[in-house]
């Protein structure tokens, strides 16, 4: 595999990356994934790169600020083999065609040791500053990383940096496989490896070593070769190093589906160590490892976050906010039990769907990406007011709202929520380019006593509300086609709204006392309305009236009643429902006239 190599000034300003083949790259200070950020001389855009498969092309940019030097020459454009190397300020960035191989069948070490994560914590840095240095920029640094391949490539720096005494680090994914011939077997998958150095030598990572690790889930150092200078000792397996350890990244095995993730750091005993002077034993790696298990459990750490992070970006599809707000600090068990509850039931169904379909009908996907949109409407309007979605069926939504948490002000949000919905459809009918052009909506909402939580069979279960509340407001919604009221209400949520929801906020009118089709108990039905400054169509002395129409229809004084619908505005059509029903009847109640008027369709 090809890599490119960037080394600043400091142990820490350095990354490695593999070279995708004839795919144009920018390397510059910017702080994308070829970026080097740590230099000032190099500018945002400096240089463009290809990588033919055997060559780099590297090529300067127009504008750059500062010369790019290749074999001590400023130069603009040229093309670098593997092993050499060009400069940008003060970063040199070498082109390195080194392999990487798992050598399982290494030696068994001369010494072999096993440190405990307990022990290691027991260990005292004797010259802590360089590596305080180190672990004070790893949230920073390793918190930046936009996915597993760069916090990669960043870890095995820090690993470098943090351990002068170490030529290699390497991040490899383990776990352990079933195999019928030869029982159970371990799979690696080495995710990124670096060099401190560019060498000749191939990576040989010990498949022994790191097996053992895997084994024990905790670190584990071999060592090949003693301090002593070698004067005819060969060297063994392992090539150009004398020892080599494995720290296990905690937890790590819950944050990926590729195995888990062990640190593997490799190294020689006869190097200069300014950074820990005062050593007394060249060969005592304690502080390495303790240093290598403190960045592990960072990672761990983080790993485990970013996991849970995608599980909330997931059930955040299938559950509402104030779900996953309770269910981040209680049992989902408990959380999710169905017990009784007062709820507020909103069933909003999308009207126009059946003509759009009919223009739409060879263009499907353009039909579900409107319905999708009109469907978001609702349920944005629903989330954003602290609901929880209950269903979908088809073209409608259903939210409610009085659990997990009880709600004091749960009739207002559903109110609020409602009314939303309802701003927003008619804003997009005056938008002909709008996805909602066209579409209307009918929203019904119920107020009482229900169940709600997780609601199913054994096989399958959804988070959702059930009883006579949720199938009455259903039954509302399909009720605003017939009193041509885009929102109606039941009697205990309109007496919640009128009690304790601002006049600013909403306006509350009665319409009619029906028996609604396969029902035997009447229902009063009202509408919510939004405040005289958003629909100053009907005034509050235009309600009134109503009011006052509405209570001589009941009593049967139905020419009163007709009179005072007729001192309303022409353009709402709410009122046609009594007016219609009162000329229909010659004005005269029917025989024993009770104030309910009985609808024979849903």
């Known amino acids: 595999m090809a890599d490119l190599i960037a080394q600043g000034q400091e142990p820490q300003q350095r990354w490695r990356r593999a070279l995708p083949e004839n795919e144009p790259l920018a390397l510059g200070r910017s702080g994308a994934a070829w970026g ?17 498969g055997k060559t780099l092309a590297v090529a300067r940019v127009a504008g750059s600020r500062n010369p790019i030097y290749f074999r001590g020459k400023a130069i603009d454009r040229f093309q670098v083999a593997a092993g050499e190397h060009f400069v940008i300020g003060g970063t040199s960035f070498t082109f390195s065609d080194q392999r990487m191989s798992l050598a399982a069948d290494s030696p068994l070490p001369v010494q072999q040791q096993t440190f405990s994560s307990q022990y290691l914590k027991q260990v005292s840095f004797r010259n802590p500053d360089h590596r305080i240095e180190v672990l004070s920029r790893l949230a920073e640094v390793l918190g930046g990383a936009s996915d597993d391949g760069e916090l990669c490539i960043r870890l095995a720096s820090m690993l470098l940096a943090g351990i002068p005494r170490a030529d290699t680090a390497a991040i490899v994914a383990m776990e352990s496989v079933a195999d019928r011939a030869a029982g159970t077997r371990c799979r690696y998958d080495v ?63 819950a944050a990926t589906d590729r195995g888990r993730w062990i640190l593997y750091v490799a190294g020689r005993f006869h190097v200069e160590l300014p950074a820990l002077a005062g050593s007394s034993d060249p060969t005592d790696l304690r502080e390495d490892m303790k240093f290598a298990e403190l960045v592990a459990g960072s990672i761990g750490s983080l790993r485990q976050m970013r996991v849970l992070q995608r599980q909330r970006a997931v059930w955040s599809q299938f559950l509402s906010p104030v779900v996953l707000e309770r269910l981040s600090y209680e049992d989902p068990d408990v959380v999710l039990a169905p017990r009784e509850a007062d709820v507020s039931v909103l069933f909003c169904d ?64 559903t109110c609020r929520a409602a009314l939303g919905i309802r701003r927003q459809f008619e804003a997009a009918a005056l938008d002909s380019e709008s996805h909602l052009a066209g579409f209307h909506v009918g929203i019904g909402i119920a107020t009482g006593r229900a169940v709600a939580g997780k609601i199913g069979t054994v096989d399958q279960v959804k988070v959702t509300v059930f009883g006579p509340v949720v199938n009455l407001a259903s039954r509302l919604e399909g009720m605003t086609k017939i009193l041509r009221a885009p929102i109606l209400l039941d009697e205990p949520t309109a007496v919640a709204v009128r009690r304790g929801v601002p006049r600013e906020t909403a306006r509350v009118r009665r ?85 309910v008027i009985n609808l024979s369709s849903k």
């Open 36 to 52: 080097v950020p740590w230099d000032p001389h190099v500018s945002r855009r400096h240089a463009e790169l290809r990588f033919d």
């Open 350 to 413: 999308l009207r126009g769907f059946s003509m759009a379909s009919e223009r739409h009908a060879d263009d499907l996907l353009e039909l579900l990406n409107r319905v999708s949109k009109a469907l978001g409407v609702m349920t944005r309007c629903i989330l954003d007011h602290g609901g929880v979605i209950g269903d979908f069926q088809g073209d409608a939504a259903m939210g409610f709202w009085g659990w997990p948490l009880a709600q004091p002000e749960y009739v207002e949000r």
């Open 191 to 253: 995710l990124h490896w670096d060099q401190r150095l560019v060498t000749d030598r191939d990576f040989q990572p010990s498949g022994r070593l790191l097996e053992e690790s895997l084994r024990q889930g905790q670190g584990v150092l071999h060592v090949w070769r003693g301090s002593s200078p070698p004067a005819t000792q060969p060297f063994t397996a392992r090539g150009n190093v004398d020892w080599a350890f494995c720290t296990p990244v905690p937890d790590a095995e």
């Open 511 to 595: 319409l009619a006392v029906v028996r609604p089709y396969g029902l035997d108990t009447p229902l009063e039905v009202s509408e919510l309305l939004p405040p005289v400054s958003e629909y100053p169509l009907l005034t509050d002395e235009h309600l009134d009236y109503c009011e006052r129409a509405l209570d001589a229809f009941v009593a049967g004084r139905w020419a009163e009643a007709y009179e005072l619908l007729h001192l309303t505005p022409t353009e709402d059509q709410v009122t046609d429902f009594l007016t219609v029903y009162i000329a229909q009847h010659n004005r005269v109640p029917p025989p024993n006239w009770d104030g």
